[in-house]
């Protein structure tokens, strides 16, 4: 096994997450609103992971409540990522000017805390997943455009950028050919810590209730479902909980992943006959 294969091996925790998440509501499984048993009910025959405080299956309803999850974090990252990119290299590229103090609102937006944002958003319109969406975007959205504004800005200082700027390209062109290529890494860095958070917050959302409503099964809402009986049954509660935390974990190894520099190949000697 090469070098490569301990590490890639650290990442199959994330694909089967991922697996999970997409493809669970099509599984073959009971269900996620049907009553099995009594309640809290232990690991056994017909139910796996046992039942939640109404007596579902606890399997069932953890396939079916990963999914929403995933692509509300996933299209948020995306949205966030785009929307960042533009406006932080642009804003990074301008010295002075209207671009510049949309990052001083940049920094008002961040200073409001992101979960009263998505309260405040998600709670305007109940039972709306696209909600939980959008406040997720604009919480995550402020750090974005700081760390790809902060790292344009440091290569604008460079003689290959000035010299761009001075001879007359358009900013757009500049940061097509000359910045975005040079902060690849730092973008897929901030997006996979976006995603960790982003995830945290949807799972947060569907904890306190927001998005579409129950029986509709999620992560974060089978936790503060199922917690009052963690004593009597706690797969109900720590499954989801489990998953939420390798998902994270692997997203992480991932970016580190996509963002290491890549190692010098060792020369070849030529042998001279």
Request: glycine share 10%.
């Given at each position: ?139 995550s959205l402020p750090f974005s455009v700081r760390v790809i504004g902060a790292a344009t800005a440091r290569l604008t200082e460079l003689g290959y950028v000035r010299t761009s700027l001075a001879r007359g390209d358009g900013r757009l062109d ?21 995603f960790i958070a982003a995830t945290q917050l949807c799972a947060t959302a569907g904890f306190l209730g927001l998005g579409a409503p129950a029986p509709e099964a999620n992560w974060g809402r089978l936790v503060r479902e199922n917690a009052a ?45």
């Amino acid at each position: 096994m090469t070098r490569a294969g301990p590490r890639l091996l650290l990442l199959v925790p994330l694909v089967l997450v991922t697996a999970l998440a997409l493809v669970g509501p099509w599984l073959p499984l009971s269900s996620p609103t049907e009553r099995i048993a009594a309640p809290f009910q232990p690991p056994g025959a017909g139910h796996l992971l046992g039942t939640d405080f109404l007596g579902r299956d606890v399997l069932a309803r953890t396939a079916h409540g990963g999914r929403t999850l995933l692509l509300q974090a996933l299209a948020a990252t995306a949205l966030g990522s785009a929307v960042g990119l533009l406006i932080g290299t642009l804003a990074g590229l301008a010295r002075r000017g209207p671009l510049t103090w949309l990052l001083r609102l940049v920094d008002g937006v961040a200073a409001v805390p992101g979960l009263l944002v998505v309260l405040l958003i998600a709670a305007g319109s109940p039972g709306s997943d696209l909600a939980v969406l959008i406040a997720v975007t604009l919480v995550s959205l402020p750090f974005s455009v700081r760390v790809i504004g902060a790292a344009t800005a440091r290569l604008t200082e460079l003689g290959y950028v000035r010299t761009s700027l001075a001879r007359g390209d358009g900013r757009l062109d500049v940061a097509r050919r000359d910045i975005l290529p040079n902060i690849a890494r730092e973008a897929w860095a901030e997006a996979g810590l976006r995603f960790i958070a982003a995830t945290q917050l949807c799972a947060t959302a569907g904890f306190l209730g927001l998005g579409a409503p129950a029986p509709e099964a999620n992560w974060g809402r089978l936790v503060r479902e199922n917690a009052a009986g963690a004593a009597a049954q706690p797969w109900a509660a720590l499954t989801p909980a489990l998953l939420l935390v390798l998902l994270a974990l692997g997203t992480t190894l991932l970016a580190d992943r996509l963002t290491a520099p890549a190692r010098p190949q060792p020369s070849q000697q030529r042998t001279v006959l």
